[in-house]
Nanobody, 120 residues
Framework: EVQLVESGGGLVQAGGSLRLSCQASGFDFDNYHIAWFRRAPGTRYVRVSC????????DYADSVKGRFTISKDHAKSTVYLDMKNLNPDDTATYYC?????????????WGKGTLVTVSS
């Protein structure tokens, strides 16, 4: 069974940083695509970043380029999202998602999310 467990969310002041973690299990971590999405209240899901665990290719939403960094640790089967220079617009529930074939906006497997709140 595929499981994705997010952690690391919390309350941070504008300009601060957070690291989110996605602990993965139940699939071949070395050959998958794992993404971070976020959803603010009343809005749709937005893919923030995605990484191919086989070759390390990444992508980012324009709104987070230069501020967020996605990375992976094969030994821990974990994908991270390092977020810096946070602003109130980054407030959302952040979800980890995974799929074998590619990064896309409707991935097969999802975690339950972790809440990030950025205060002004």
């Amino acid at each position: 069974e595929v499981q994705l467990v997010e952690s690391g969310g919390g309350l941070v002041q504008a300009g601060g940083s957070l690291r989110l973690s996605c602990q993965a299990s139940g699939f071949d971590f070395d050959n998958y695509h794992i993404a971070w999405f976020r959803r603010a209240p009343g809005t749709r899901y937005v893919r923030v970043s995605c990484i191919s665990t086989s070759d390390g290719i990444t992508d980012y939403a324009d709104s987070v380029k230069g501020r967020f960094t996605i990375s992976k640790d094969h030994a821990k089967s974990t994908v991270y999202l390092d977020m810096k220079n946070l602003n109130p617009d980054d407030t959302a529930t952040y979800y980890c998602a995974a799929e074998w074939s590619r990064c896309r906006d409707a991935m097969d497997h999802w975690g339950k999310g972790t809440l990030v709140t950025v205060s002004s």
